[in-house]
């Protein structure tokens, strides 16, 4: 404990040094690709082309092609927030049930952080998705968007001088898909409007932007220098998957009591999931990177900032 007493150029100098201990992740191009384009993992696809959303590329699915439902076998599904409630909703069951049934707990390797992969059948993971029947995709209006991508993926990207995050696509060609063979061309911004993607990539933004720092923060060896934390992997997987559980976190911890959360927003998100998975993309951009995307009741700062200069040695 230092005993000499401290100037507000001392606090300042604090800063400093702490933010010194903070990897620039604005230092370097990030790119991460969020929605794999391949789906049988053992297909040796030819080299991904990268496209824009303006560029067109020739593919077409149906079920009159000899590959039907190939794709449907031993897939690579990574659940994004969004196809999770989709899906247990179509199903007439909670998160936690969907995801107890249907879904095995796997690694985002590149940001070291835990998703759930849709469960394929077989004890190597290879056989058929739970959802696929003789006439195709038995959830085709909530099917994952990694689904309705195929054959492209997409990747999101920050070069180390921009501001905000660029979104790419790749179209992949696995040999056994024969929609590569049809004409019929199209941009990618039009099929991903026939796809439906849109309104999922707005739901899932925030979960991007998380994989997309820690994974940043990966390359750079974690903050300070760290992995994340097991209990960072669990906070992460309970905001961005199971939504009941960080309901009950929110309203049974002292949660309330810690944020400023408006009244309107509270109501709000006791029932409505999709306005729960932004309050829990914003708690975790504020708990991880210290975003002011929440902010902690002046209470509660006051006696943060109060702690800290204890621990500091302040007086
Ligand atoms: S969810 Fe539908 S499209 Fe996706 S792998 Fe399963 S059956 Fe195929
Ligand atoms: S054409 Fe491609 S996307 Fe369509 S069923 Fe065959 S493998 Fe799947």
Redesign the pocket.
């Known amino acids: 404990m230092n005993d000499t007493p401290r100037s507000s150029e001392d606090e300042e100098q604090d800063e400093v040094d702490l933010l010194a201990l903070r990897p620039d992740i604005n230092d370097q191009d990030v790119e991460v690709e969020v929605f794999d384009a391949v789906r049988v993992l053992s297909a040796n696809p030819v080299t991904p082309v990268r496209l824009t959303g303006t560029d067109d590329f020739a593919f077409r699915c149906h079920k009159g092609v000899s590959c039907w439902?190939r794709?449907?076998h031993g897939?690579d599904?990574t659940m994004t927030p969004m196809d999770i409630l989709r899906l247990s909703g179509r199903l007439g069951v909670r998160p936690a049930e969907f995801l107890a049934q249907y879904t095995v707990p796997a690694i985002f390797d590149k940001a070291d952080l835990p998703v759930a992969k849709?469960k394929m059948a077989g004890d190597d993971g290879k056989g058929a998705?739970?959802?696929?029947g003789d006439e195709?995709?038995?959830?085709?209006e909530d099917?994952?968007v990694t689904?309705r991508y195929y054959p492209l993926g997409m990747a999101s990207v920050k070069m180390k001088d921009m501001d905000g995050l660029e979104d790419f696509f790749f179209l992949v060609k696995e040999p056994h898909c024969q929609g590569h063979a049809d004409p019929q061309e199209m941009t990618v911004g039009a099929f991903r409007d026939q796809q439906g993607t849109i309104p999922y990539e707005r739901v899932n933004r925030g979960w991007v932007d998380i994989l997309m720092k820690m994974s940043s923060w990966k390359v750079l060896g974690g903050p300070g220098g760290k992995a994340p934390t097991q209990q960072t992997k669990r906070m992460f997987f309970m905001a961005t998957t199971d939504v009941d559980a960080f309901r009950r976190f929110v309203f049974e911890t002292k949660f309330l009591n810690t944020y400023e959360i408006d009244a309107t927003s509270i109501e709000e998100i006791k029932t409505d999931d999709v306005a729960l998975l932004q309050l829990g993309f914003d708690w975790l951009k504020t708990v991880l990177f210290n975003e002011p995307t929440i902010l902690l009741k002046e209470q509660v700062l006051q006696s943060a900032i109060a702690k800290a200069r204890t621990e500091l040695g302040a007086s």
């Open positions: 439902n794709c449907c897939a599904i849709l998705c739970p959802f696929v195709g995709c038995g959830v085709y099917r994952p689904c």
